[in-house]
């Protein structure tokens, strides 16, 4: 009995693994050209730009990613007209997050451009942005469907496809438009992971009938178990976003040898917090209220967590700089020193990823919140204050 979670587990985890092997070979060739033709200046703003469109989809998500899983995994195996609502609503939700996400990039077009760029010209990437945020909320409701009800062999085929199609087009974007290409290429990516979806038709069109209230109040829980996540999140963003920004102003490699590492740390090595996310969160939300398989189904992730882990740490600590230059180029050698201490705050990361599904489990969202707050804000002061005093080291 105790080993069926860790088959299950282990399962999931190497069906996510075959898809997360391809996407890091994909993004290898995506950092090689990124690095060739943007160089480690380039690949710096490039993490600026992917900061700013996060900031925006944190602000305005409502932690949709997380609750609307929830909601209706919850619901899965139960009385079908509630486990019906849940789709519409999440369904509803999502899309009216995606315009009012939209919304913003158009409204602090000009404010952003200055931000990011430290000049207005740009102010018409954050109002083409607007149509990246209502395709990628459409996109999410597919996701968060086939993710709720476990569907993976088809989750993962579509990934597939949209993986390889990306890389293809982000590679040609860079090399015909330089830093430009950035801007287009997470806009025709976008639309044509709409159209897929769309084509498709993976959730059900429901027709349910209920009164206005009543979808009204369900909307309004949505907004409020995932405003403390939505501010969360954004706040993760934001300090990000500022030590960025403080790297920025003081040299533009700088700020592309921290990109780089976070690619490696978090990209790279984050293929088991992705299968956890997509499979370990659904069913824990399923089974919360039984304490006794909830403690057998954690444990049995904790134990993987470290099986997959150290195997990995392992291998960057002794290859890491022949891989660095195989991932990004020679220029990119100083990362190596970001991952010395870096690496060994994996392990931890794997615990408190299974902890903190828990808590979102068990919608106790307001620890949650003071948790991931406090490790934010020391995030920030130590990086800034540590890269200071020991440089790249202390990053």
């Known amino acids: 009995m105790n080993q069926k979670p860790h088959k299950i587990l282990f399962k999931t985890t190497t069906l996510f693994g075959f898809v997360e092997v391809l996407r890091m070979a994909l993004k290898v060739a995506t950092n090689m050209g990124a690095s060739y033709f943007l160089g480690p200046k380039g690949i710096g703003m490039l993490g600026l730009i992917e900061n700013t469109v996060q900031l925006i989809s944190s602000f305005t998500n409502f932690g949709i990613q997380f609750t609307g899983v929830q909601n209706i995994a919850s619901k899965l195996g139960g009385d079908e007209v509630a486990f019906h609502k849940a789709i519409k609503n999440v369904k509803l939700f999502s899309l009216l997050t995606g315009l009012l996400a939209a919304l913003v990039s158009i409204l602090g077009a000009q404010l952003l451009s200055e931000l990011t760029f430290d000049t207005k010209d740009y102010t018409y990437w954050f109002i083409a942005l607007s149509v990246y945020f209502i395709c990628s909320s459409y996109i999410q409701v597919h996701t968060l469907f086939l993710e709720a009800i476990q569907n993976f062999q088809k989750l993962i085929r579509i990934n597939v496809v949209l993986n390889i199609i990306s890389t293809i087009v982000v590679l040609a974007c860079y ?11 997470m806009l025709v990516n976008s639309i044509i992971g709409c159209v897929v979806f769309f084509y498709l038709k993976l959730v059900p069109n429901v027709k349910i009938t209920y009164l206005p209230r ?5 909307l309004k829980d949505l907004m409020k178990s995932g405003s403390l996540l939505a501010i969360n999140t954004f706040i993760g963003f934001l300090c990000f976003y500022v030590i960025r920004t403080y790297f920025k102003t003081i040299n533009g490699d700088l700020l592309g040898f921290y990109h780089a590492a976070v ?4 990209s790279y090595l984050g293929m088991l917090f992705i299968a956890m996310g997509k499979f370990f969160f659904p069913r824990l939300s399923q089974i919360y ?8 189904f954690i444990n049995s992730q904790l134990e993987l967590n470290f099986l997959v882990i150290l195997p990995a740490i392992l291998f960057v600590y002794l290859f890491g700089e022949p891989l660095i230059e195989l991932l990004f180029t020679t220029a990119f050698k100083p990362v190596y020193a970001v991952l010395v201490f870096g690496l060994a705050s994996i392990l931890f990361k794997g615990f408190n990823y299974a902890v903190g599904y828990l808590l979102l489990s068990h919608k106790n969202y307001t620890q949650y919140f003071y948790i991931n707050l406090l490790s934010d804000v020391v995030n920030v002061g130590l990086t800034l204050m540590l890269y200071n005093w020991l440089g790249l080291l202390g990053i």
Request: aromatic share 10%.
């Open 289 to 296: 209220e039984n304490k006794t398989q909830t403690n057998v």
């Open 175 to 185: 090399y015909l438009y330089n830093i430009e290409g950035v801007l287009i290429a």
């Open 214 to 218: 009543e979808r009204s109040f369900a």
């Open 263 to 266: 690619i490696i740390l978090v």
